[in-house]
C-alpha cells in the first residue's frame, strides 16, 4: 500500500512537469511570425489594445447609426400600461387597453394631458408588438428617447 502512495506522489509531480513544460513553450503561430496582427472593424470607438504591434482599426465614419425613436420604459415596473383615459385617477379597469412590454417603439400624437399645470400623460400610438396599432395615454416619465 506504500508503493502506491510513493508511485502515486511521483506520478503528481511527473504530470505537473509536463504541465508546466508545455504552457510554457510559443504555439505555432507565435514561432512562425513574431509580428502580432489583430484588425478590428467598426464605427466608432473601436478599442485599442496595448502591446499589439501591427493592430489594423479600420474606422468607417459613413456608417450608418442606429436611428433614435421613442420608446417605452417603465422605471418602476418595466411594463407601461396603456389607457384610453389620461389622468392618475380617471382610468377604470375598463379603460385599460393593453400592458406594453418595456423598449417598445411609439409614436407620439402630439397630444399632452395636464393636470393643473403639470404634464402628466402623452398620447401614443404603438409601433410593434402584441399592442402595434393601439393609441392610448401613457405616463410622461414612461416615454424614453433611445
Same mark, same amino acid.
Given at each position: ?9 511521483? *506520478? ?15 504555439? %505555432? ?25 501591427? *493592430?489594423?482599426? %479600420? ?14 420604459? %417603465?422605471?418602476?415596473?418595466? *411594463? ?41 400623460? %402623452? ?15 401613457? *405616463? ?7
Amino acid at each position: 500500500m506504500r508503493k502506491l502512495g510513493v508511485i502515486g506522489s511521483f *506520478a503528481s509531480i511527473f504530470g505537473l512537469a509536463i504541465a508546466l513544460v508545455s504552457f510554457n513553450q510559443p504555439s %505555432n503561430s507565435q514561432t512562425s511570425s513574431n509580428k502580432n496582427t489583430n484588425s478590428i472593424s467598426g464605427t466608432t470607438n473601436a478599442p485599442v489594445v496595448q502591446g499589439s504591434p501591427g *493592430a489594423t482599426i %479600420n474606422i468607417n465614419p459613413q456608417a450608418p447609426k442606429p436611428q433614435k425613436s421613442f420608446v417605452l420604459r %417603465n422605471p418602476m415596473t418595466g *411594463a407601461t400600461l396603456l389607457v384610453g383615459v389620461p389622468g392618475v385617477f380617471n382610468a377604470k379597469p375598463k379603460d385599460h387597453i393593453c400592458m406594453v412590454p418595456p423598449g417598445t417603439a411609439i409614436e407620439k400624437t402630439g397630444r399632452i394631458f395636464r393636470e393643473q399645470t403639470v404634464e402628466t400623460f %402623452n398620447e401614443v400610438k404603438i409601433l410593434e408588438g402584441s399592442c402595434a396599432g393601439e393609441t392610448g395615454w401613457v *405616463a410622461i416619465e414612461t416615454i424614453s428617447y433611445e
